[in-house]
């Protein structure tokens, strides 16, 4: 191989190892090209990608990459499964293991989850959980239980309280006996209005006499003498 396609490669392994999260290494002497080709395609719609590498170039890539991790498991015959970030690592662990399973030939080395190395029992164990999906609704439940539970805390309160002003609202119901009557719809007709008082008497004019003198509006009126002097 040429230093500029050496070169090449590294690049690509490097780029590879930024991009994934986390990656699975494993010896893959003894499997054939079919069963490599049928891995790789069980691997792709895990979302990972299988790749025989070599080691000396992948060591350059892990050092550039920051990899550190991926270098005490680069001896023998090597071949990554690079989980891409949409991929599904525990998906791809479980099918590198059934085929280690089926082939007896497959042997884990370890790998690297989140930035964190893996042995080859931490890759079993991996491959033994619950798809993710499952383990995501998991992982809700175990979120909201605890929601719920103090939603119910905050909510008992309230109820209790319901239950005491609707216990109360009886008691005073039945302490305050039958219902009154209702009111009568017609009303009590209007008190017949007084008899008009008689208007009182003029006071009569007492006679001249000596019990005092005559009232001036009883007096006969004044003789008109200008009268008698026309005629």
Known sequence: MQKADKERVVAELAARLRASESLIVADYRGLTNAQLEGLRSKLVEHGARFSVVKNTLTRRAAEAA????????????????FVESDGDPVAVAKALSDTARETKVLVFRGGVISGKAMTEADVETLAKLPPVDVLKSQLVGVIVAPLTQLLGLLEAPLRDLVGLLDARIEQLADSAGPAAAPARDTQEPPAEAAAPQPAAEAPVAEAPGE?????????????????????
């Open 66 to 81: 920051g990899a550190d991790g991926l270098l005490a498991l680069l001896e023998g015959p090597t071949a990554i499964a």
């Open 211 to 231: 019990d005092g003198p005559v009232d001036a509006d009883a007096a006969e009126p004044p003789v008109d003498e200008t009268a008698n002097d026309s005629e």
